[in-house]
């Protein structure tokens, strides 16, 4: 079972736990910094024997050791060892001491060959040469050995950073989420214009006409696959005649053609459009019943027969019932439809939507940048909480729950 930690005691619990295992590293290094910080004195001691700063008239030679002088003493002024023992505070004092090295031999590399001519010179080179010497051998020991060796206790103070950047993120977090709740009665403000242009829609919507469409269209579409059953094999003997026709097999009117291509393609309309009993359509079928025995037109026995009772079932009347009320239907919803045009209706809707659409975007600016961050934040939150209490685990053996 896991042990709830809360996340500002975190850093002490976990550094309690793992400070013997690093302070023979750490002495170590604080060990070898001081000896470092010894050797840079040196060498700035070594350099002070070449200070002729305080002779009237000096020679070029004691102008050239006064630079030598007052340069290196400039390059490691400010030379600072890391209060916090880290491997990343001294990975930068490494990189701080090599790079004042490098400057102090590319200067000496332009001065001291002028000295080494003047023989007066020639032990004060020679102590500056083994101070610096001595440093860049201390350097090289913190470099090879005790960075590397340091390097072991890494794992330990990546888990105290860790822990440090997640109270940071929290901490942020909890300022985001304060922020958001600053816009609050902008938001409020907003919402509440879009809940009272969405029940204007709504209203609109829920308008007795639109529900009486709806009713037409679901009753026509069951009329209309009534139909297209009815009419499936004289379909098909409809497109072999049409396509006899195109090939000048057969001869039909252009009236006949119309209406067979309309029962073709859609045979709603088509018996909608033609006056109540639909004569038109009969007589069209009438033809094709007469053309289908035309030696062009192949089709098997059952399905022309099949055919030739769906003709007789309309030339019957027994579609009429469902002309009768597709064409009620189809008047009733036009009238509605031009009411609603009367109305402005579509117009009004269509403005709502885009006013509420607009106020929606308007409503999600205020804070987008603010959640995004805020959103960026938990994803790193969620992973860096993860990772610590999985590292907490491995390296005390104790199950922990970060609390905060």
């Known amino acids: 079972m896991s042990q709830d930690l809360p996340l500002e005691e975190a850093y002490d619990w976990f550094n309690s736990r ?12 604080a060990k070898q910094l001081r000896s470092i910080k010894d050797k840079v004195e040196e060498v700035k001691s070594a350099a002070h024997r070449f200070d002729y700063s305080d002779i009237k008239d000096p020679d070029v030679y004691q102008n050239y050791a006064t630079t030598i002088f007052t340069n290196i003493n400039e390059i490691f002024e400010d030379l600072e060892t890391p209060e916090q023992i880290t491997y990343k505070n001294l990975e930068d ?82 300022e985001l989420e304060e922020e958001i709740e600053s816009y609050a009665d902008d938001v409020e403000k907003i919402t509440n214009e879009i809940n009272e242009n969405q029940s204007a829609l709504d209203e609109f919507e829920n308008h007795p006409g639109f529900i009486q469409l709806e009713k037409n269209r679901k009753e026509l579409e069951r009329i209309e696959i009534t139909i297209s059953n009815r009419l499936s094999e004289i379909k098909k003997l409809s497109s072999k005649v049409l396509k006899a026709v195109d090939n000048k097999k057969v001869d039909l009117n252009d009236y006949d053609k119309e209406v067979l291509k309309s029962l073709t393609k859609d045979p709603l309309t088509a018996f909608v459009k033609e006056p109540e009993g639909y004569r038109g359509i009969k007589s069209s079928l009438n033809v094709l ?21 769906n003709i007789e079932e309309i030339l019957n009347d027994e579609l009429l019932e469902l002309q009768k009320t597709a064409q009620f239907i189809v008047k009733q919803s036009e009238a509605i439809d031009y009411k609603f045009q009367e109305m402005q209706l579509d117009v009004k809707m269509k403005k709502l939507r885009e006013l509420i659409d607009n106020l929606k975007i308007d409503r999600n600016r205020i804070t987008l ?14 992973s860096l909480n993860k990772s610590i209490e999985e590292n907490i685990n491995e390296f005390t053996n104790r199950s922990i729950k970060l609390v905060y």
């Open 289 to 309: 019943k007469k053309v289908s025995t035309e030696p062009s037109i192949q089709m098997k026995k059952e399905k022309l027969q099949r055919a030739y009772e």
């Open 18 to 29: 793992v400070s013997s295992s690093m302070s023979s590293y750490r002495n170590s290094a």
């Open 93 to 174: 004092f490494l990189s701080n001491i090599q790079s004042k090295i490098n400057s102090c031999m590319n200067m000496l590399s332009k001065y001291l060959s002028w000295l080494k001519r003047d023989r007066s010179y020639k032990d004060k080179v020679k102590s500056l040469d083994r101070s610096l010497t001595r440093l860049k051998e201390d350097v090289h020991i913190f470099e090879t050995k005790t960075l590397v060796s340091y390097s072991e206790i890494v794992k330990f103070e990546r888990v105290l950073e860790d822990i440090e950047r997640l109270k940071q993120l929290v901490e942020r977090q909890n």
């Open 369 to 382: 940048s603010i959640r995004r961050e805020k959103n960026e934040v938990e994803e790193e939150i969620q």
